[in-house]
């Protein structure tokens, strides 16, 4: 039996979507206002879904202060009140939209799951904007 187990996360970050390959005019044509050269910032909200087998030991299917703490490690402390553009690697030459944000963040939660569970992350930038990934 396969149950799914989530974790609600959040943390506050800037970001600035453009290409330094382009002039302003068509960065401004493309991201908008999130383009801004002094950046702009959202509250996201973060929902990690781990889906497996409850062990018949613990019935368990993750402890979750270990996903707790596996979020805050790999994800709030690095980029909670920070700059993602300026101050987080992943992103040094990837535009932080959230489509590359839910696809990095996965890729930092994904090697401490056992291979047999299955992970998805669901990011919210505003309330009514959100996306989703599950490695596939």
């Known amino acids: 039996m396969r149950v799914t ?14 290409r330094a390959d ?11 206002k999130c383009s801004n050269e002094y950046f ?10 781990v889906t ?8 368990y299917v993750m402890d979750m202060k270990v996903l707790r703490d596996l979020i805050k490690s790999e994800v709030e402390d690095a980029f ?7 101050q987080v690697p992943e992103f040094k030459n990837l ?6 944000i839910v696809v990095v963040i996965y890729n930092k939660l994904r090697p401490h ?5 299955d992970l998805e992350v669901v990011l919210y930038e505003t309330p009514r904007n959100f996306v989703k990934y599950n490695g596939k």
């Open 52 to 59: 497996g087998e409850i062990n018949p030991e613990t019935g």
């Open 95 to 100: 535009i932080p939209t959230a489509e590359n």
């Open 113 to 117: 799951l056992e291979t047999q569970q």
């Open 80 to 86: 909670d009140h920070k700059n993602l553009n300026v």
């Open 40 to 49: 702009h910032g959202h509250n996201y909200e973060l929902i990690v879904h």
């Open 5 to 18: 187990v989530s974790r609600k996360a959040h943390f506050n970050a800037a970001h600035r979507l453009y």
């Open 22 to 32: 382009w002039d302003d005019a068509k960065n401004e044509s493309t991201f908008g």
